[in-house]
């Protein structure tokens, strides 16, 4: 059973200027989208986010010598927008389309916000083991 992860998307979409979320998983996968874009435009798009982290991961070098730190989020400006791509756990990224004029803070905070949450909806807790004598 797939757990329902629309509550994520609809969050972010709160942000003035928020147009489109996907989740999407590191294989490029759809597994989920905001109500404002088609399955078929998410599934496309799920893909293209997949391969922009990789690329990003790729360079990371270029940000100074050495560099072995993590990869936190891409930012890509279009004269219609921004996509923004963060990770959202292991295997899992979240990217979202806003207009121009979005407060960029906010929409990088929110999502940043939602992908915690996401990680603590999606983790189990440690079973325990109830009546053990062991």
Avoid: C
């Avoid at 972010?12 to 109500?35: K, N, P, Y």
């Avoid at 979240?94 to 983790?123: H, I, Y």
């Amino acid at each position: 059973m797939n757990p329902d992860l629309s509550w994520v998307l609809n969050d972010v979409l709160q942000v003035r200027g928020a147009r489109h979320a996907i989740l999407v998983s590191a294989d490029g996968l759809l597994l989920e989208r905001s109500t404002g874009i088609g399955r078929d435009s998410a599934e496309t798009n799920a893909a293209a986010m997949s391969s922009m982290q990789s690329l990003s991961r790729a360079v990371a070098p270029f940000v100074g010598g050495e560099y072995t730190g993590s990869w936190r989020q891409t930012l890509l400006e279009y004269d219609h927008g921004w996509i923004f791509l963060i990770a959202a756990g292991s295997g899992a990224y979240l990217a979202a389309s806003t207009t121009p004029d979005v407060d960029m803070e906010a929409m990088s905070f929110r999502m940043q916000q939602q992908v915690g949450a996401l990680g603590k909806a999606l983790t189990t807790p440690p079973r325990q083991n109830a009546g053990s004598d062991v």
